[in-house]
């Protein structure tokens, strides 16, 4: 499809447990960006990329949490060691530049991650 | 730390009523997008607002920005059922920032009963 990618959609580990979470933004976009958002809450950024690199990780809640973009494309955000508390939906969302001055965010599905 | 209130974080009205929804900062915005996010999917953009004072109009929906950036409103006229769901204001940092790094509100719930 020509929008962006999240998998998985639905996530359930237990506490202690590793997980990745992947985001395929739409072809082109330089930017990409996740979010994390709690049930009808507003978004909590986590980190933005620009290319590969990503100048603001100021979101990121604990150094469990890391991302990586490779191929200026894929991107993805592993929790290692989950808790309760990161029980949350994972929102990505990617735009043409690397600005959100008046550039347009497109988010995909989310993935929905349940720590037990 | 930019942060942005959004009131009021609940609102549940019948067919027809208008509705205004508020976002407010401290901090000035280059700029204030507004979203509407439905369940199980990820929040679409409706409208950015950039200039202090601008008014944009969607159908039965008026935007508002403030004259000093720091504010913005969301107006709906004669809600409908199919306005239901979850309004997020998001506002882009001033200055020579230039990464996307948007401040979003708590969002508002807003629910339209027939």
């Known amino acids: 499809g020509a929008g962006v990618s999240q998998s998985p959609s639905n996530k359930v580990t237990e506490k202690g447990k590793d997980v990745e979470l992947r985001c395929d933004p739409i072809?082109?976009?330089?930017?990409l960006y996740w979010y994390r958002q709690s049930l009808g809450q507003g978004l909590e950024f986590l980190i933005y990329f620009q290319g590969n690199s990503a100048p603001d990780k100021s979101g990121l809640p604990s150094d469990r949490f890391s991302a990586e973009r490779t191929g200026g494309s894929v991107s993805t955000l592993t929790i290692q060691r989950t808790q309760q508390e990161d029980s949350a939906v994972y929102l990505c969302?990617?735009?043409?530049?690397?600005?959100?001055?008046?550039?347009?965010?497109?988010f995909g599905e989310g993935s929905r991650l349940t720590v037990l | 730390t930019q942060l942005l209130e959004q009131s009021p974080q609940f609102l549940s009205i019948q067919e027809g009523e208008n509705l205004t929804v508020y976002c407010n900062s401290s901090?000035?915005?280059?700029?204030l997008q507004w979203y509407r996010q439905e369940p199980g999917e990820g929040p679409v953009l409706l409208v950015t607002?950039?200039?202090?004072?601008e008014v944009k109009k969607l159908k039965r929906l008026t935007f508002q920005f403030g004259d000093a950036r720091k504010d913005s409103s969301l107006h709906i006229t004669a809600a409908q059922p199919g306005d239901t769901g979850l309004y997020l204001c998001?506002?882009?940092?001033?200055?020579?920032?230039?990464?996307?790094?948007?401040?979003f509100g708590q969002g508002t719930i807003l629910t339209v009963h027939p």
């Open positions: 901090s000035v915005f280059s700029s």
């Open positions: 072809s082109g976009h330089t930017a």
């Open positions: 607002v950039v200039t202090g004072g």
């Open positions: 969302a990617s735009s043409l530049v690397g600005t959100a001055n008046t550039g347009e965010l497109f």
């Open positions: 998001a506002g882009a940092s001033a200055g020579g920032t230039s990464y996307g790094k948007l401040t």
